[in-house]
């Protein structure tokens, strides 16, 4: 099994449109997944002091080396039954969106290193508040790959407004001249937020749900005649996301000479300092941490001026 902290190795799959999972249960049979780069650590659940008027999936908190972390019931976060017997169990330790959290599991499997073209989209058939943001298989059983960052959505109560100042000096710098941007994200609660937050600054936006399905769509407009580069002044993508990942998309339009003057920005709920030589490497123009919505909007303005 891979080490969660062999960080060079995991680095190294940058790229390649690879991916590490770290594989836990919930309490049942069925396979969970999440993005090992998102993951400190997975230790045995320690003693929790309970907040009181906190979240209801919130069951404590939790000192880690020296922080003082939340501890979310992640089968309750996704509308199962609570975890018993914490003590017994689990607490995966990750970074979302800048901030440390503790999700609780009632088991930790294994670790897992498959492609991005073995992760699909969950099926249309499992509704809009399912939690998936893909499946794998793996042993011939299916995974769920859980969409964090809508559980942490509903849990911490992200502010998707600009800033009003911001909001009305951006929106009359765009009025003339209304730009166009393409966001490719996996997760439908961050798809939402950056294009409420584009709108509100007077930016139009096109939407794909994974890399694949947005460099077909710039393949598509290129095929057309446009001069991609003009008709769509920025692509915003997450980092990791099923069939093809955010640097190997950047990669494929700096290799395609119809696409390679595209502006890519990067956005993503992964933090650490290793993305900003992986900016580099895959030749995006720029890194930005999720979720900020005055610095996105800021970050875009500066792209597109």
Not at 34 to 55: D, G, Q, W, Y
Not at 65 to 73: A, E
Request: charge should be negative; aromatic fraction near 4%; charged fraction near 25%.
């Amino acid at each position: 099994m891979s080490s969660i902290n062999d960080v060079d190795q995991r680095t190294n799959l940058a790229g390649t449109n690879r991916l590490e999972l770290l594989l836990f249960r919930l309490g049942g049979s069925q396979l969970y997944g999440i993005n090992v780069f998102k993951v400190r650590e997975a230790i045995p659940c320690p003693a929790l002091t309970t907040m009181p008027n906190s979240h209801p999936v919130i069951r404590g908190i939790a000192s880690f080396r020296g922080n003082t972390v939340s501890i979310l019931d992640l089968s309750q976060s996704i509308g199962r039954r609570a975890i018993e017997n914490p003590e017994q169990s689990f607490v995966i330790l990750t970074e979302y969106n800048r901030s440390l959290q503790g999700f609780l599991v009632s088991q930790v499997d294994r670790i897992i290193n498959i492609s991005w073209s073995e992760v699909l989209p969950p099926p249309s058939a499992s509704g809009a508040g399912n939690y998936m943001t893909a499946i794998t298989k793996v042993d011939d059983k299916i995974v769920q790959i859980i969409d964090v960052e809508q559980v942490l959505s509903e849990v911490m109560n992200i502010d998707v407004a600009v800033s009003s100042d911001l909001a009305e000096g951006l929106s009359e710098q765009n009025a003339e001249d209304r730009k166009h941007i393409l966001v490719a994200d996996d997760s439908s609660v961050a798809r939402n937020q950056i294009k409420r937050t584009l709108d509100q600054i007077g930016i139009d936006t096109t939407i794909a749900k994974n890399g694949k399905e947005a460099l077909d769509i710039l393949k598509n407009w290129a095929a057309e005649g446009l001069n991609v580069s003009e008709h769509v002044s920025l692509l915003i993508s997450d980092i990791e996301m099923p069939e093809m990942d955010g640097y190997t998309l950047t990669a494929e339009i700096r290799k395609d000479p119809a696409l390679k003057d595209l502006r890519v920005l990067l956005h993503t709920s992964m933090s650490g300092s290793f993305n900003e030589s992986l900016v580099r490497k895959v030749g995006a123009d720029k890194f930005l941490p999720k979720f900020s919505a005055d610095e996105l909007a800021a970050e875009v303005q500066a792209l597109i001026a």
